[in-house]
């Protein structure tokens, strides 16, 4: 039996943090006039919610969903408010996770606090990104998965739907699905149980990618969820690609490094030097054909794609963040200026046409903007503390490994895949942190004292026959 969570006096503390975190977020709302949106992401999402085509390139439609699903609203300012209560929401589910799983109360609200109060998710919530919806909804298959020691097949079901819309949101999570349904199976559970319940998770979340794949075809005329991967995993080879270790045919001989050298692997997709872009055409129509010089690349040069991977992947994890491209200027801290939108571009005036004809660069606001770029929250927090969460919840996997290692590979892989398939970003690392905060607080949790009493699991929540005055029962 799962234990229950305390009564309300017991969840006071996390109260407290829970409003502080709303506060924040309130303070964020009035010191910027308006959404963050960015060229061309955002501006993207928001057509596609207005016409409802799946994009022929790197985004699926799941958060253009919930863009139109706000689209009678007409304001960015109250997708940037929904997303606020998101990011709280996700606060209050690893709370309530935690506490289920027989953590303290300041234990769990520690785990919680990353989430709440690092300015690098407030200020994801406050833009009109794919983010924020993303964690939201891992989360919440973890909290599904793992709420009682039996996953039912409803439960597991919900749990395959969520991963679903995780990965038509972005298509780098869609492998989760694979990590739960082997996290059920190897359960220690009765076997039909588990195959059950894991059968349940990848058919629910099976269906709704086919589905999205077929609509896909429908437009682009190509069974997938995007037209990006093959462009995405040949930026991540052009780092260390050696044709002459490679010897691609000739098809693929004009992907090949021609001298021109970025300082990350991203780079490559947009810049007009890259031999992607010095092709006829747009550069994902070659999609496939840089898939087969990526993946050609990746078993000439295995070590050199593993030696790539790790080294991206360890910026996550510095004392002090490091720009990664050099152009980029990473900060936790909440920033003071004005922040205008790109001129000349049509999809900007289409976009305030259809969506919201108040869409305009953001700026900070006094006074509040200067309470919030006085706000501490040290990096090493961000990343050097990550670090060490992952430690101890590969840890926790190894030497407890009931609860941990789900959250723990989740942790991982949301961390590793988007490096592995295209470079590292410190945007990209955000999902990961949350779920690692759940697998670390499993693996340092002191387990459940044993029962002295000889009575059954479970027992104590019957009534006990009391005892006489001389001591014995009564029958």
């Given at each position: 039996?799962?234990?229950?969570?305390?009564?309300?006096?017991?969840?006071?503390?996390?109260?407290?943090?829970?409003?502080?975190?709303?506060?924040?977020?309130?303070?964020?709302?009035?010191?910027?006039?308006?959404?963050?949106?960015?060229?061309?992401?955002?501006?993207?999402?928001?057509?596609?919610?207005?016409?409802?085509?799946?994009?022929?390139?790197?985004?699926?439609?799941?958060?253009?969903?919930?863009?139109?699903?706000?689209?009678?609203?007409?304001?960015?300012?109250?997708?940037?408010?929904?997303?606020?209560?998101?990011?709280?929401?996700?606060?209050?589910?690893?709370?309530?996770?935690?506490?289920?799983?027989?953590?303290?109360?300041?234990?769990?609200?520690?785990?919680?606090?990353?989430?709440?109060?690092?300015?690098?998710?407030?200020?994801?919530?406050?833009?009109?990104?794919?983010?924020?919806?993303?964690?939201?909804?891992?989360?919440?298959?973890?909290?599904?998965?793992?709420?009682?020691?039996?996953?039912?097949?409803?439960?597991?079901?919900?749990?395959?739907?969520?991963?679903?819309?995780?990965?038509?949101?972005?298509?780098?999570?869609?492998?989760?699905?694979?990590?739960?349904?082997?996290?059920?199976?190897?359960?220690?559970?009765?076997?039909?149980?588990?195959?059950?319940?894991?059968?349940?998770?990848?058919?629910?979340?099976?269906?709704?990618?086919?589905?999205?794949?077929?609509?896909?075809?429908?437009?682009?005329?190509?069974?997938?969820?995007?037209?990006?991967?093959?462009?995405?995993?040949?930026?991540?080879?052009?780092?260390?690609?050696?044709?002459?270790?490679?010897?691609?045919?000739?098809?693929?001989?004009?992907?090949?490094?021609?001298?021109?050298?970025?300082?990350?692997?991203?780079?490559?997709?947009?810049?007009?030097?890259?031999?992607?872009?010095?092709?006829?055409?747009?550069?994902?129509?070659?999609?496939?054909?840089?898939r087969a010089f990526a993946l050609r690349a990746i078993a000439a040069q295995p070590l050199d794609y593993l030696r790539e991977v790790v080294r991206d992947t360890s910026l996550a994890f510095t004392w002090e963040p490091v720009a990664h491209p050099k152009r980029m200027s990473p900060t936790t801290a909440f920033q003071q200026g004005s922040w205008p939108l790109p001129s000349g571009q049509a999809l900007v005036d289409e976009v305030r046409k259809e969506y919201d004809p108040d869409i305009r660069g953001m700026r900070s606001v006094e006074p509040f903007a200067s309470i919030l770029a006085a706000y501490p929250y040290p990096w090493f927090l961000h990343g050097t503390l990550f670090g060490v969460l992952l430690l101890a919840g590969g840890a926790g996997a190894v030497l407890r490994p009931r609860p941990a290692p789900l959250p723990w590979s989740f942790a991982v892989f949301l961390l590793v895949a988007p490096?592995?398939?295209?470079?590292?970003?410190?945007?990209?690392?955000?999902?990961?942190?949350?779920?690692?905060?759940?697998?670390?607080?499993?693996?340092?949790?002191?387990?459940?004292?044993?029962?002295?009493?000889?009575?059954?699991?479970?027992?104590?929540?019957?009534?006990?026959?009391?005892?006489?005055?001389?001591?014995?029962?009564?029958?």
């Amino acid at each position: 039996m799962a234990p229950t969570l305390a009564g309300p006096r017991d969840h006071g503390l996390f109260g407290c943090v829970l409003a502080l975190a709303a506060a924040l977020r309130v303070l964020v709302m009035l010191g910027y006039d308006t959404a963050r949106l960015y060229w061309y992401d955002s501006f993207t999402y928001l057509n596609t919610a207005v016409h409802m085509r799946p994009q022929g390139a790197f985004h699926p439609a799941g958060y253009s969903w919930f863009l139109w699903a706000l689209r009678p609203f007409g304001s960015v300012e109250l997708v940037a408010g929904v997303q606020h209560a998101m990011g709280l929401a996700v606060g209050a589910m690893i709370y309530l996770l935690l506490r289920r799983r027989s953590l303290p109360a300041w234990g769990a609200a520690l785990a919680a606090v990353p989430v709440l109060f690092d300015p690098a998710f407030v200020r994801l919530e406050h833009a009109v990104l794919s983010d924020t919806q993303v964690i939201f909804l891992v989360v919440a298959a973890l909290l599904v998965l793992m709420w009682r020691g039996e996953v039912s097949t409803r439960a597991a079901a919900v749990a395959g739907a969520l991963l679903a819309l995780a990965g038509l949101t972005r298509t780098a999570t869609v492998p989760l699905l694979g990590l739960a349904a082997l996290y059920l199976l190897l359960r220690r559970t009765a076997w039909h149980a588990r195959w059950r319940a894991s059968l349940a998770l990848v058919v629910a979340g099976t269906l709704p990618l086919a589905a999205y794949a077929g609509w896909y075809a429908q437009h682009h005329g190509r069974f997938a969820l995007s037209g990006s991967d093959g462009v995405a995993l040949w930026a991540r080879t052009m780092t260390f690609a050696d044709c002459s270790v490679i010897k691609p045919p000739a098809d693929q001989a004009a992907l090949c490094p021609n001298g021109t050298v970025l300082d990350a692997a991203s780079e490559y997709v947009w810049d007009p030097r890259a031999s992607l872009n010095r092709l006829p055409g747009d550069r994902f129509t070659h999609n496939d054909l840089a898939r087969a010089f990526a993946l050609r690349a990746i078993a000439a040069q295995p070590l050199d794609y593993l030696r790539e991977v790790v080294r991206d992947t360890s910026l996550a994890f510095t004392w002090e963040p490091v720009a990664h491209p050099k152009r980029m200027s990473p900060t936790t801290a909440f920033q003071q200026g004005s922040w205008p939108l790109p001129s000349g571009q049509a999809l900007v005036d289409e976009v305030r046409k259809e969506y919201d004809p108040d869409i305009r660069g953001m700026r900070s606001v006094e006074p509040f903007a200067s309470i919030l770029a006085a706000y501490p929250y040290p990096w090493f927090l961000h990343g050097t503390l990550f670090g060490v969460l992952l430690l101890a919840g590969g840890a926790g996997a190894v030497l407890r490994p009931r609860p941990a290692p789900l959250p723990w590979s989740f942790a991982v892989f949301l961390l590793v895949a988007p490096v592995a398939a295209l470079d590292f970003d410190h945007r990209y690392v955000l999902p990961a942190i949350p779920v690692a905060c759940v697998a670390a607080a499993l693996a340092v949790r002191r387990p459940a004292p044993r029962r002295e009493s000889g009575y059954p699991r479970g027992y104590d929540h019957v009534a006990r026959p009391k005892a006489s005055a001389n001591g014995s029962r009564a029958s």
